[in-house]
């Protein structure tokens, strides 16, 4: 029953902006570690943006000061403000999931492509 839904992505300009959401059910969503992860083509997986229960966040270098996390427990939702995006950015994001006890959960990836 455990599900994480992303939308949000999509073509935009470089330097534009773009909100990626995460909806997450089936879990105690106030005790999870959320996070983005993206990958590009040709490249592995890596963590973007991480944020913890208590809203300890830990970003990428490459998009410290351009990516914002944040999370909202009353609705189960986990967010990712992307602003000054560059074409390096182009990636499918994946929402994850983190329990201690029960291990990670992946959303199905939205893809975010940057070009003019």
């Known amino acids: 029953q455990v599900q994480l839904v992303e939308y949000g992505g999509g073509l935009v300009q470089p330097g534009g902006s773009l909100r990626l959401s995460c909806a997450a059910s089936?879990?105690?969503?106030?005790?999870?570690?959320m996070g983005w992860y993206r990958q590009a083509p040709g490249k592995q997986r890596e963590l973007v943006a991480a944020?913890?229960?208590?809203?300890?966040?830990n970003y990428a270098d490459s998009v410290k000061g351009r990516f914002t996390i944040s999370r909202d427990n009353a609705k189960n939702m986990v967010y990712l403000q992307m602003n000054s995006l560059k074409p390096e950015d182009t990636a499918v994001y994946y929402c994850?999931?983190?329990?201690?006890?029960?291990?990670?959960?992946w959303g199905q990836g939205t893809q975010v492509t940057v070009s003019s």
């Open positions: 089936g879990i105690i969503f106030s005790i999870n570690t």
């Open positions: 994850n999931s983190h329990s201690t006890w029960i291990g990670d959960y």
């Open positions: 944020i913890t229960p208590g809203g300890t966040t």
